[in-house]
């Protein structure tokens, strides 16, 4: 078969591949905060897929031809290499080169010290690759050189374990580097796309200031714990005098305010609850969603928040030192709410009456 042709059943094959794994990572992959604790059990999920792919590969090539045999052996290995780039866990990089090597000795029953070495190589390569040029698109020549150098071994390996000609594996080596390099191009593109489509949903569902999630985030959440949890609790909180430390010292300065309020309150949460959201649900106004715990816990929660923001300690550029105080309205859920935008009005509600009272404190709705 010509290099041309070659070129182009590789690519299309490639690329089918590719666009499929793209498939099926946005079934399963639903993680845009990037909180995922153990992201390799679902990359282990494509490390089958890509199993897969590659068992019909070899398998078709003990089929074929004698002379398109070496195609799909090139195929498998341009897979391998492409697979690479579309995971993030180490283990999820070492699998694909493992098991492209393991089939090889299995479908082909060829065994081939040399092709070890081959896999030793490339794995030290693709980690350090991993460790130091991460993402694959900001670094294209490091990325098509380490290709070239472990499409290189691997055809030097596999010209050793065939018996092959030089011309034929020569000419197998170009089409790799063709492939691959199409690829990579391919994969830049989708990788972009991605990128965009996620950033899109995050200024969707946070506060782009403040990193807190939003009024829409807050909508959906508020609407699912209140059809999944029988307690359900939120904390509506007022920055006390945000318009005058806007007036006095600048707007910067104020979301310089927001900023570390937001950050200092997500740092409580984190270490304190499991569970407890915070949203930006307007200029200086934050809610905290949270859920199956009693109204003890919640106004617990609201105290050490309290407690935690009057030990906040911001400067400004000039070196002026501003000290921030919010109220805060709490309520819980009763038998008679039927949707849960009534439990963030009685909060809000309670807000008001914390800011009338004196601000820097907190007032509780009654036990319904």
């Known amino acids: 078969m010509g290099m041309i042709a070659a070129t182009f059943l590789l690519s299309f094959l490639t690329i089918g591949f590719i666009g499929s794994l793209q498939q099926l990572m946005h079934i399963l992959d639903h993680d845009i905060e990037g909180k995922n604790p153990s992201p390799w059990r679902t990359e282990l999920v494509y490390t089958l897929y890509f199993a897969a792919v590659t068992t019909f590969v070899f398998v078709m090539s003990m089929h074929a031809a004698s002379t398109d045999q070496l195609l ?9 290499m492409s697979y690479t780039d579309a995971v993030k866990t180490r283990l999820n990089i070492i699998l694909p080169l ?15 010290y040399w092709l070890i070495l081959t896999l030793t190589i490339g794995i030290l390569l693709l980690l350090i690759e991993r460790q130091w040029f991460f993402p694959f698109d900001k670094h294209p020549l490091v990325i098509l050189s380490v290709k070239a150098v472990v499409g290189a071994i691997s055809w030097a390996g596999l010209k050793a374990a065939l018996n092959l000609k030089t011309q034929q594996s020569i000419m197998m080596y170009v089409v790799y580097l063709l492939v691959t390099a199409l690829v990579y191009w391919f994969m ?11 950033d899109t949903a995050r200024s969707l569902l946070y506060d782009n200031l403040t990193n807190a999630h939003s009024w829409l985030s807050f909508k959906r959440d508020a609407d699912d714990y209140f059809d999944n949890y029988h307690e359900l609790s ?5 920055i006390d005098n945000f318009k005058q430390i806007n007036d006095t010292y600048g707007h910067l300065v104020g979301n310089t305010v927001l900023v570390q309020f937001t950050k200092r309150l997500r740092e409580i949460l984190a270490q304190q609850t499991s569970g407890a959201k915070l949203y930006r649900t307007g200029g200086e106004e934050f809610t905290i969603l949270y859920p199956g715990v009693t109204r003890e816990a919640v106004k617990q929660t609201a105290e050490k928040l309290q407690k935690a923001v009057r030990h906040l300690l911001i400067e400004t550029e000039t070196g002026e030192q501003i000290r921030v105080t ?21 909060a809000d509600r309670c807000l008001y009456i914390s800011k009338r009272n004196g601000k820097n404190q907190i007032s509780i709705g009654e036990d319904g």
């Open 234 to 238: 939120m904390i509506a909180m007022d």
């Open 98 to 112: 493992m098991l492209t090597v393991g089939l090889f000795f299995l479908i082909t029953q060829t065994f081939s």
């Open 326 to 346: 919010v109220s805060m309205g709490v309520d819980c859920r009763r038998g008679s709410d039927k949707k849960a935008i009534e439990i963030f009005n009685r």
């Open 188 to 198: 830049v593109l989708l990788r972009r796309e991605h990128i965009t489509n996620i």
């Open 72 to 80: 799909w052996i090139n195929g498998a290995l341009v897979l391998m």
